[in-house]
């Protein structure tokens, strides 16, 4: 084991994934700058924020689907970016990820989508694979007539299911959720959160939700922490604005915690009004 | 108000300034070639190396082997059978000019095994599986669908471009000899039965004139067409730019680009196997 991993281990005291001064840039535009976080085994976060924050791709960070600017992420005090392919994909099976649009496979079907990771990091076969893929198939509320199906023939709320499905079939000690209900009606979104408190109980996994329905956040999570958008902030700023349990967002004094909450728009609307008089006097000087 | 319009400066830029801009600009350009070209060599020395690890599942490899090979079959027979005709038209006064029509299976037969089979096979791979390949791939990255890979520890260009890969460089052979087949019959039907050219002498000539080096000249080069379209498509597939219209531009770009590398390809190798000719049979060299 390396220096830094033995290191990393040594600062681990019962976290299962920590994100140390995490800084990704795209290009020129910088996402997320000096995340520091910590979650420890079996707890629920919920990661909330507004459109564009950098939620998602705080999350997908965690996994290694995108890389880093600055800063590292250790997993179980492995820190990812030194893993090389092969351990990275070994750690990967550790995880599970449900994507927003539950990201199936076009091409296969509901039974195929499913065992797709069982397939290919565990020597299974046909009949233990059907019956396996069965069980997280009624885990997720879901009758085994879909296994014949394409994904594009079910609803959002189905597909959604079935992602579930998918990340829950190689028992991972973390799930990943990446807006879990969003394009979902209201009903579909409580069984979606449902599903998740299940899980999270009959597999007693650690779960990262990135949301920004706050009715599901508070539904869900053992603690939340909300993002704010870099633009917004001043240097010195801190990109977290808010980390802490249920019980505490809702008694926040910070107005912008507080205005998520509620889902008001605030300033945000003066801002709109200043932005298009500014572009309507650009448009009247340049045809001056 | 005044302090924003105030700080615009609108005095256009004068003869340096346009130039410095312009060679930014090429520079610029130029940049991101040279990075676009190093990521492709790297795509597909990464091709190589998985194709040489750990080969895909086999009915993943079926799969692309027919959607790839077995499909293309009809429309590539078509064409090579269109394109020997017309050939045979376009020919056919020319050499009826000095009498030599019989001789027409000879021209035709040898275009058809030496450019038209293999150009025409690789440019209908390019503009049927080259276009698919990269929309295919350029939704599945857009729809996260290559981020879901990733995060169940598959590795997408295992998974995604070796099968492809793999199909297009082995079936391209196949459909070059079915491309030149058809050719060849398209031609000899239209010189004989519509041109009434003689039978006897247009089968008798063809076959003296074209030796074996001919046809394995088309179709080792078909080989070199097959891998280009396979790993230009699924580079662009994967990094499609967000959005329908990126999905759309990386289809457009891996069938241009596919074609423009089939051309490029086609003039260095065809230089490159006279030269073995000529090596080999120096009593030809001319």
Avoid at chain 1, 222 to 235: E, F, K, N, S
Avoid at chain 1, 242 to 252: A, H, L, P, S
Avoid at chain 2, 58 to 82: C, E, H, M, N, W
Avoid at chain 2, 215 to 232: E, N
């Amino acid at each position: 084991m390396s220096e830094s991993h033995s290191n990393a281990r040594a600062d681990d005291n019962g976290t299962l994934i920590a994100a140390r001064d995490l800084t990704v840039r795209f290009g020129r535009q910088k996402v997320l700058r000096n995340i520091t976080l910590e979650v420890p085994r079996g707890q629920t976060l919920a990661i909330i924020g507004e459109s564009g924050c950098g939620k998602t791709v705080l999350l997908k960070s965690l996994i290694g689907l995108v890389r880093p600017t600055g800063g590292h992420v250790a997993y179980d005090g492995q820190q990812i970016d030194t893993l090389n392919d092969k351990e990275l994909t070994a750690l990967r099976t550790r995880y599970g990820f449900v994507f927003q649009n539950a990201a199936l496979f076009d091409s296969l079907t509901i039974a195929d989508n499913v065992a797709f990771p069982l397939r290919e990091h565990r020597r299974i076969g046909q009949e233990e694979a059907y019956h396996q893929v069965r069980d997280a198939l009624a885990m997720v509320g879901l009758p085994a007539s879909v296994m014949v199906k394409r994904p594009a023939e079910l609803s959002g709320g189905m597909r959604k299911r079935v992602g579930l499905a998918r990340a829950i079939i190689m028992e991972p000690e973390i799930l990943l959720y990446d807006e879990p209900t969003t394009g979902l009606d209201p009903i579909m979104s409580d069984v979606i959160n449902e599903l998740i408190i299940r899980t999270r109980e009959q597999a007693e996994v650690t779960s990262i939700v990135v949301t920004h329905d706050m009715t599901s956040a508070l539904k869900l999570a053992d603690r939340i922490v909300m993002l704010y958008p870099l633009a917004r902030l001043g240097q010195e700023q801190s990109q977290i604005i808010f980390d802490g349990t249920t019980d505490e967002i809702e008694r926040c004094k910070d107005k912008r915690v507080a205005q998520f909450l509620r889902g008001e728009a605030g300033e945000r609307l003066q801002e709109m009004r200043d932005s298009h008089e500014s572009s309507r006097m650009h448009t009247a000087l340049q045809d001056r | 108000m005044s302090t924003g319009s105030a700080s615009i400066d609108r005095r256009p830029p004068g003869f340096f300034g346009r130039l410095s801009e312009g060679v930014a600009d090429i520079g610029e350009i130029t940049l991101a070639w040279v990075e676009s070209v190093g990521d492709i060599t790297l795509f597909a020395w990464q091709t190589f190396a998985w194709m040489v690890t750990r080969l895909p599942r086999k009915d993943t490899l079926v799969f692309a082997f027919y959607q790839i090979g077995v499909r293309s079959l009809p429309v590539v027979a078509l064409t090579g059978t269109f394109i020997g005709m017309v050939l045979a038209v376009q020919s056919y006064s020319q050499f009826r000019a000095f009498g030599l029509e019989t001789q027409l299976g000879a021209v035709i037969n040898r275009s058809m095994f030496r450019e038209l089979g293999p150009v025409l096979a690789a440019t209908m791979l390019a503009g049927r599986v080259g276009s698919s390949v990269a929309a295919e791939l350029g939704t599945m990255r857009v729809t996260e669908q290559i981020d879901a890979l990733v995060a169940m520890g598959a590795n997408p260009i295992r998974y995604l471009v070796v099968p492809r890969f793999l199909a297009c460089l082995f079936m391209i052979p196949s459909l070059t000899i079915m491309a030149v087949f058809m050719g060849v019959v398209g031609g000899g039907f239209y010189c004989t039965y519509v041109l009434n050219v003689d039978s006897f002498y247009y089968v008798n000539n063809a076959r003296y004139a074209d030796a074996n080096w001919d046809l394995l000249y088309g179709v080792f080069k078909s080989v070199f067409f097959g891998a280009a379209i396979a790993i230009l498509s699924c580079y662009r597939g994967f990094n499609c730019l967000p959005g329908a219209e990126g999905v759309g531009r990386a289809s457009t770009a891996a069938f241009v680009q596919s074609f423009v590398v089939i051309l490029v390809l086609d003039l260095l190798l065809s230089i490159a196997l006279d030269n073995v000719y000529y090596f080999i049979w120096p009593e030809y060299a001319v």
